[in-house]
């Protein structure tokens, strides 16, 4: 420790530097998701159908430790699919806004709140979203 304290006194060590750009971007994630749209599947379908959202997207997550905030974007597809029939029908796309709450367990794992904003292309199904997860770092 203390020899290589003297090394960086004496202006012979390696030194590193990272611009701020560049430091702001360690939070920058893209993410997939689907989930069951409980709204869609109670409207649009008879029994044995699941509406089901599917995205892609981006985010930026804020450690406030022991918290994180995540806003994010993305867009996705809204697919209904027929449990009995295996038949897939395309119900169009979807924009999303979402920010999600977590707060660490232990060091790699976090539970989380979500909530969001759909503007749905082609059908007027609810707009918003919510959730409740947890998030496993390995």
Known sequence: GYEALKVLADGQATKIVVP?????VSGLLAYAKFGLNLDATSQVIDNGVYVMNTS???????????????????GGKVIALASESDEELDLGYFAELNAKLGCYLTQSSQLYFTLGYNLFLDYSF????AGIGVKIEL
Do not use: D, M, R, V
């Open 56 to 74: 892609l997207g981006f985010g930026k997550e804020f450690n406030l430790a022991p918290f994180t905030f995540t806003p994010s974007i993305g």
């Open 126 to 129: 609810f707009p918003l979203n």
């Open 20 to 24: 701020s750009e560049i430091q702001n």
